[in-house]
């Protein structure tokens, strides 16, 4: 390769910006030209497409969001839309990609490398933690501090009134922001969709607490969990403990957003490196990530994201800490 191109996709994740300068510094020390591609596929598409110099991506490693922008793009579903988006690289002697965002993207990507002569390397840029072939994604232990934070925060007014708190965190499909925050925050109990939780259960403890005056208690629900989310938990519970005084806060997207911690920061910053690597030495299709602290390479097609089973110890673990 002689030219790269650097995109961000799908859902933003703090990180993102210091993955983009680890490719732009690493492609430059190399020798290669390196390219943003803005707005993801679409900036592909649209030709949005900028040279980038060592200092362009000077003072954003600290920064959330991402310089890049980032989008869903439906033209790229289509053979035209992605050919247009060849059309544009090759105008500007793109010979190799790296792109940063989560399993949809990837499969764009595995789409694109398969019809057009470019090679392509993803990092794993999503806060759900949720991709398989690497234990951590970029974003997520940013988005777990954040909702931690926010946790605590409710922790003392929670503690102050006696209250029941609800909480729900983001996670459509994985469960890992609610079971680390919770277990961090020393929650009563995690519901996620990779767990099936006897609700009545949690009831019963709750009343159990209620007669020795424990009031104050956290319940952290993913988004995605099997009732729908912290409205339908906290629906239920109050049908089933009329006289207790519950409480529902949805973290929301300042969970997607802020200042990447150092373990985020630094996850980016060795995918970023090792993805020039790759391209020089010659791979293509593969997934950036690092697994027992070791890079570790996987095939885009099976870069999917990965429903884990979690051992219940996690669940014992939480009802006896809580208790
Ligand atoms: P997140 O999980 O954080 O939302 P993501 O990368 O999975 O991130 P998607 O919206 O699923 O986000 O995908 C991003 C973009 O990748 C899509 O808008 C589309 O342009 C492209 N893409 C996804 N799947 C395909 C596919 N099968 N063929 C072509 N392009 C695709």
């Not at 409205?231 to 006289?243: F, S």
């Not at 630094?266 to 890079?295: K, P, T, W």
């Amino acid at each position: 390769v002689t030219r790269i191109g650097v995109l961000t996709s799908g859902g933003d994740a703090p990180g993102m910006n210091a993955a983009v300068r680890a490719v732009v510094r690493t492609g430059i020390y190399h020798g290669l030209e390196v390219y943003a591609v803005m707005r993801g596929y679409q900036g592909m598409i649209e030709n949005d497409i900028v040279k980038m110099e060592s200092r362009s991506v000077a003072n954003i490693i600290q920064r959330g969001g991402t310089i890049l922008k980032t989008a869903r793009s439906k033209e790229f579903f289509t053979p035209e839309g992605r050919k247009k988006a060849y059309e544009n690289l090759k105008s500007h002697g793109i010979n190799g990609l790296i792109v940063v965002g989560g399993d949809g993207s990837f499969n764009g990507a595995l789409k694109f490398s398969e019809e057009f002569d470019i090679p392509c390397i993803g990092l794993p840029g999503t806060i759900d933690k949720d991709i398989a072939g690497s234990d951590f994604t970029i974003g997520f232990d940013t988005a777990v501090n954040t909702a931690i934070d926010a946790i605590d925060k409710i922790r003392d007014t929670a503690d102050a009134h006696d209250r029941l708190f609800i909480i729900e965190v983001m996670g459509r499909d994985a469960g890992y922001i609610a079971l680390h925050s919770g277990v961090a925050t020393g929650a009563e109990h995690v519901l996620i969709p990779e767990h099936k939780t006897d609700i009545d259960e949690v009831i019963n403890s709750l009343q159990e607490k209620e007669k020795r005056k424990k009031l104050m208690n956290l319940i952290v629900v993913a988004e995605g969990d099997e009732f729908g989310g912290g409205e339908q938990v906290t629906k239920y519970i109050k049908e089933k403990l009329p006289n207790a005084d519950i409480k529902i806060t949805v973290l929301g997207h300042i969970q997607r957003g802020g200042s990447p911690t150092c373990a985020d920061r630094i996850l980016a910053s060795r995918m970023g490196y090792h993805a020039v690597l790759c391209l020089m030495e010659g791979r293509n299709n593969v997934m950036v990530g690092i697994v027992n602290d070791q890079m570790h390479y996987t095939p885009l097609s099976k870069a999917v994201k990965a429903k884990q089973q979690i051992d219940e110890d996690w669940f014992d673990m939480i009802k006896i800490l809580a208790s």
